[in-house]
């Protein structure tokens, strides 16, 4: 950078006939609009300490943290509207907070565990992505950004802004402009959605884009619900949806707490969820044709798995134990951003509602459906993840702590990391300071809030999300 301002100031001496020129000011007196560019610059901190392993009792500067973390969620639980919490937070292959909050039924004092089965919403739709770019990785899909009617051959919808078709890559991302809702016409008394694709897509005919591909965030449960079952319907024929995510998902990762069919024997090990306009217990009805944008169920042990799905590829070094399932440049690819929305704090990815904190990328998939919450989310660059299994129906403007309990711990650990580096090299001592000033907020905590209680409207529904 010195050599580039040198050598422009040269030429601009040159311009002007100067015999002799000043040197130049150091970089640190640099300046615009009166704002030390040079400083600001290095204070953005893109230095990320490497994940370290946690010595054998947890960190005080952790338990803090996770002080902080009971008091927020002990803050969201409510007897009448939220009354069972399941929580769980991991640090690379170590779990470090489990605990369960206020009941697995009313009238009961047993507390949920991390064995306690939930529905997990749309929390499901990660299992729809990875489908994806698993039948890519295969070579079934030729690109994520082939149109959807290559795989669906039988798919139109009109639109009045473009004649491009829209993409796989859309549809993961909802940048599709889709109708959120599919126009499923046939149902019953415990099963939502019984028409087949082809009524579907015969009734999609009817329908319109709301939104141009790519202007806009417009979340779409029929994107979802088409990926799932139409692509495999024509690239594996007499395979379904539900039972390929079974054999090529969910039993390689060891996920046998984790299906879409609540049967009797499952429903007496789940957390009994409650409609949160009355307080009666909620159905456990059946999606039907729209299972895979929401109906699946786990617990905290499973979905702690599938965060280690995503951990393994940012381990330096390490053993890719999960390479098998998804290659670990497909899944690097799954984790980026694809939409960053203006206000600068969050965006979209496939299938991400994506927060920005300080340098850090959180991912986080959130689900509601009748009687449960569900809130899954990773830190990539910390090997930090969370889970969160709610029964009732939480205000979603009171899922935001779920971010706010990413306030108190990102800094705790990434402070741990920085200090436990620079114990070993001097040098990286700038490191923990650069991070103790990024973590000094330049907006208020108020407008922060806002602008991820808008996501979070954004993104609610009465039924599935």
Known sequence: ????????????????????????????????????????????????????????????????????????????????VVPGIAASITYRDRVIYSKGFGTVKKGTAVPPTSQTLFRIASVSK???????????????????????????????????YSSQDITLRQMMAQMSGLPRMSPCVNSTANILCIDTTAEILEGLKSEI????????????????????RCVLENVLPGTSYEDYVTAFILSPLGMNNTGFNITASIAERMAVGYNSNDGSVASLYSLGWDSPSGQMYSNIDDMNKMLQFFYDIV????????????????????????????DGYTGFGTPWEIAFLANYTILTKSGNIGGYSSFFTVVPDLLLGMNLLFTGGPDLNQIVPGVEIYV??????????ARMVSSMSPSMTTVSNCLSRVWT?????????SNIIFRWNFLSTPKSA
């Open 408 to 417: 108190a711990l990102i800094p705790a650990m990434a402070n741990m990391g």
């Open 441 to 449: 907020p330049r907006r208020s905590t108020s407008h922060t809030r």
């Open 209 to 228: 884009l709301i939104h141009p591909p790519w202007s806009l965030p417009s979340y779409s449960n029929l994107a979802f619900s088409l990926l799932g």
């Open 315 to 342: 381990v330096p070094f390490a053993p890719r134990k999960d390479s098998a399932l998804l290659s670990e440049d497909l899944r690097r690819e799954m984790m980026l951003p694809s939409f960053v929305n203006p």
């Open 126 to 160: 990660i299992f729809v992505v990875i489908t994806i770019y698993q039948l890519f990785e295969r070579g079934l899909v030729t690109s994520l950004d082939d149109p959807f009617v290559k795989y669906c051959p039988g798919f139109s919808i009109n639109s009045i």
């Open 1 to 80: 950078m010195a050599c580039i301002l040198a050598l422009l100031s040269g030429t601009i001496c040159v311009l002007i006939g100067a015999a002799t020129c000043a040197p130049l000011p150091a970089l640190e007196s640099f300046s615009i609009r009166g704002r030390p560019a040079i400083k600001d610059f290095l204070e953005n901190c893109p230095y990320h300490p490497d994940p370290v392993d946690l010595p054998g009792a947890i960190p005080d500067q952790i338990l803090t943290a996770l002080t902080t973390v009971d008091g927020i969620l002990t803050s969201v639980l409510d007897p009448n």
